[in-house]
């Protein structure tokens, strides 16, 4: 959400690109990226400050030594394009670089991988990624469905609270551990912002970022804080587009796209072209286009589950704001997404923006149809944008009152123990699950008491 910001000296850029000191190439913010079939498609991507003709990343289903050219026998090296990065980024690491994996990989296997550049001088750590299970009911046959770690709203420079425990579900991912996540999914506002100080509080996040995402495949969406006109930064949402939204799939550079997961099909979507309006050529019209197409495609035998996942939610508690008491019935985004959710039967919503985490009922036209979760008939909203926030505070919690309307099931607002992030998964068909990891709430990460629980039969359209 945005707040008052505080100006801060553009010669504070320095203190955000310690990895910059001495370096002529400075290779970094390896990611990996699952494709919209996470069973066998993948993007690494890394960034430099240098361009390359010869960037790679080779890969492995065993560790490896070298890269490239170099690189071990037995690993396979595909070339790394360069982006067309002619936006303006002085601070930051101006050359992104992508190798698409897809069609090199196996489902269910555990892939080892370097990036380098300059034949060999520049060469990434050696990360991996395993890829899931081929989508569908018949994948589960008795293994466990793929567990995503969801948030929104991280932040770092004096925020990002959740930063070391996702980074610890990321090492549990590395090695595989049970119950570890497969995939993360980041809903909106990364840096606060990405474009600040001429890019360099955005390369300074992706620098950390690689901690979580060059082992956890991450996914992500635009929030306001990647499109904010109001604040005269990047209207076009350059940096988001050119730093993370090119290798997300679908080809909109990581406005609206779909994957799926297990017995999940998952839908992104911007909500920032409906709040805001154009930028970087998307538009609502060809996104709202694109979701009918999208959600009418969905084979539920194959996955069930749907699952939509935006920045600003329809509904909240929280005062003040436009998912509010006195805002909900002209919001933008419900407006626009509510027909073809309840027309297509989508079952959850994630959202974030808020800086709380609220669990509605089934709703629709700002009232719920049902007070349990047993085969709802409207979808079931779940905001969580509490990863950490910062807007140069350090602390932004948004307070929230009583409930909003009777379609408000449980809260959690105003108190540092509600920072943390989620964990959802569909064990099958008929049922899903989601809670809220509370890193703060003690010495040690816990359960928030309250989690969603949804029982569906019968998916398909709710009209």
């Known amino acids: 959400m945005p707040s008052p910001r505080r100006a801060v000296p553009a010669a504070a850029a320095a203190a955000f690109l310690p990895f910059l000191a001495g370096r002529a190439c400075a290779l970094d913010h390896v990611r990996v990226t699952f494709g919209a079939d996470a069973a066998i498609g993948a993007v690494v991507s890394f960034a430099s400050n240098t361009s390359a003709a010869d960037a790679a990343v080779s890969f492995a289903t065993a560790p490896f030594d070298g890269c490239g050219a170099s690189a071990a026998p037995g690993a396979v090296t595909l070339a790394a394009a360069a982006a067309d990065n002619s936006y303006a980024n002085a601070a930051g690491l101006q050359v992104v670089y992508a190798a698409n994996l897809t069609g090199g990989l196996a489902p269910s296997t555990t892939y080892h991988y370097r990036a380098c550049l300059g034949q060999g001088a520049e060469v990434s750590p050696l990360f991996s990624f395993t890829t899931l299970a081929e989508a569908g009911a018949a994948a589960g046959g008795g293994q466990q469905q793929p567990v995503v770690c969801y948030w929104g709203d991280l932040g770092r420079d004096g925020g990002g609270q959740a930063w070391p425990f996702l980074e610890a579900e990321a090492a549990r991912t590395a090695a595989r551990a049970p119950g570890a996540c497969s995939v993360g999914i980041q809903n909106g506002d990364f840096a606060y912002n990405l474009g600040d100080l001429d890019g360099a509080r955005g390369a300074a996040f992706l620098t950390r970022f690689s901690g979580i995402a060059a082992t956890l495949p991450t996914w992500t969406t635009i929030g306001n804080h990647e499109v904010p006109p109001d604040l005269k930064r990047d209207a076009n949402a350059s940096h988001y587009v050119n730093m993370l939204g090119r290798t997300m799939p679908g080809g909109s550079n990581g406005s609206y796209y779909s994957a799926d997961v297990g017995l999940m099909h998952l839908v992104f979507l911007s909500s920032e072209v409906l709040a805001l309006g154009p930028y970087g050529g998307v538009t609502a019209e060809q996104q709202q286009a694109w979701l009918e197409q999208d959600l009418a495609a969905v084979d539920r035998a194959r996955t069930p589950w749907v699952v939509a996942v935006f920045h600003r939610p329809f509904y909240c508690s929280n005062a003040n704001s436009w998912c509010g008491p006195a805002a909900w019935q002209s919001n933008p985004v419900r407006l626009a997404f509510e027909g073809p959710f309840m027309r297509h039967g989508v079952d959850v919503v994630l959202g974030a923006h808020e800086h709380s985490v609220e669990y509605t009922w089934p709703v629709v036209g700002g009232a719920a149809t049902a007070f349990d979760y047993n085969r709802p008939r409207a979808p079931v909203h779940v905001i969580a944008g509490v990863a950490g926030c ?24 105003g108190d540092p123990v509600q920072y943390g992030y989620s964990r959802l998964w569909a064990a099958n068909a008929s049922s899903f699950h989601l809670e809220q990891v509370q890193v703060l ?8 008491a309250e989690s969603v629980d949804v029982f569906q039969p019968a998916h398909g359209p709710f009209v």
């Open 390 to 413: 910062n807007e140069e505070s350090g602390e932004c919690l948004n307070p929230m009152g009583a409930a909003a309307g009777n379609w408000s099931r449980a809260r959690l607002a």
């Open 441 to 448: 709430a003690g010495p040690a990460p816990q359960l928030w």
